[in-house]
């Protein structure tokens, strides 16, 4: 679900409970979610870290997270590096791929050093070598620390996937949350983010494996959800339209008979319901002109094996893109009968 592509600076609008929420929290510099497991991880030895892995793994689409939990990370993050700077991460940064200045480290991965400590391969690392949920969980276990896996109203932060998001990496952290506030996150159960669900850590053949695997299931975590939400951004092209990854996340959806959501941010809803009364058609063709052969993906080798998936699809890459841009027209002409509900 990653790619290149510009990260906007520009903070995003939020609900204004959300936004409340997360002043509230970046401002309680005793304890952050990221401090607590910090703390927890440190408790904890090498060797119960050994045994802890050698136990069968949380399945795929039981990481999933809730929308408080995506807001407590955003507020550790604020805590760590400071409001302004946090606005403009994107899931490179997050993960730790690139630095602050948008520079490529780590050698794919390979070498977590590189990484600031509140970076997700830095954290899991130095315990699990699993994904920060699987790090959360067995830190709350090793440590007893039950209050990692719930927010301060003892809401649990993790469960079985309702909703599968698929975005780009470039997006700044913020205008996703506000991709999704806007479509309801709040309430729509647990949500599969990739850098948090997924192992992202390649140090070791261990940890390595561990991400092959957790990349090889995002079909049967597509399939536990009810609906993708696909992050869209800007609304007359979205990047996630050039991600062949998202592409094909998209399209396995349909596939499985899911629902395929398409989520901005409100300033980017603002423009696409103001365009739908006055370039309907022009809209449409962007849609129209959805085409996976001419997407691309950060690792050469993910591109290759999609278009290896796409090609072994029945039709190929022209049924992939038929069956694909059907959908997004759906999708259109849900919307605009909302918009026009709307105007009434």
């Known amino acids: 679900t990653g790619g290149p592509?510009?990260?906007?600076?520009?903070?995003?609008?939020?609900?204004p409970v959300s936004a409340v929420r997360i002043m509230q929290l970046a401002s309680n510099k005793r304890a952050t979610l990221l401090d607590r497991l910090r703390s927890a991880i440190d408790k904890i030895s090498a060797e119960r870290w050994a045994e802890a892995i050698a136990e069968p793994r949380l399945p795929c689409q039981h990481r999933a997270m809730s929308w408080d939990f995506l807001i407590d990370w955003r507020a550790s993050l604020e805590a760590a590096v400071g409001?302004?700077?946090a606005q403009t991460l994107n899931s490179y940064q997050i993960v730790g791929d690139k630095n602050l200045s948008g520079e490529w480290q780590g050698d794919g991965?390979?070498?977590?050093t590189a990484c600031l400590p509140w970076c997700v391969r830095h954290i899991a690392a130095r315990s699990s070598s699993l994904s920060l949920v699987e790090t959360i969980v067995l830190a709350a276990e090793l440590s007893g620390d039950s209050g990692l896996l719930a927010d301060s109203s003892g809401?649990?932060?993790f469960g079985t996937t309702t909703i599968f998001v698929s975005y780009s990496w470039a997006a700044s952290f913020s205008n996703l949350l506000a991709a999704l506030d806007?479509?309801?996150?709040?309430?729509?159960?647990?949500?599969?983010?990739?850098?948090?669900a997924v192992g992202?850590?390649?140090?070791?053949?261990?940890?390595?494996?561990?991400?092959?695997?957790?990349?090889g299931a995002f079909e049967s975590v597509i399939g536990t959800a009810e609906a993708t939400y696909l992050w869209s951004r800007p609304w007359h092209d979205p990047v996630t339209f050039h991600r062949v990854w998202c592409l094909f996340e998209a399209l396995k959806t349909v596939d499985l008979g899911k629902q395929l959501q398409l989520i901005m941010s409100p300033d980017e809803a603002d423009g696409l319901r103001n365009a739908l009364t006055t370039r309907f058609d022009d809209i449409l063709q962007v849609i129209?002109?959805?085409?996976?052969?001419?997407?691309?993906?950060?690792?050469?080798?993910?591109?290759?094996?999609?278009f290896s998936m796409i090609e072994?699809?029945?039709?190929?890459?022209?049924?992939?893109?038929?069956?694909?841009i059907s959908a997004l027209r759906r999708w259109l002409l849900e919307e605009s009968q909302a918009s026009l509900e709307r105007l009434r």
């Not at 992202?200 to 990349?215: F, G, L, Y």
């Not at 072994?312 to 694909?324: H, I, P």
């Open 5 to 15: 592509g510009a990260a906007h600076a520009v903070c995003p609008r939020l609900t």
């Open 83 to 85: 409001r302004e700077v």
């Open 109 to 112: 991965g390979r070498d977590w």
């Open 155 to 157: 809401r649990p932060y």
């Open 182 to 196: 806007a479509a309801g996150a709040a309430s729509a159960g647990f949500m599969w983010v990739d850098i948090f």
């Open 200 to 215: 992202q850590c390649r140090h070791t053949a261990h940890a390595s494996e561990c991400n092959v695997d957790d990349v």
């Open 288 to 306: 129209s002109s959805v085409d996976a052969a001419k997407a691309d993906a950060t690792c050469p080798s993910d591109k290759e094996l999609i």
């Open 312 to 324: 072994d699809r029945a039709g190929g890459m022209l049924a992939f893109n038929a069956d694909l």
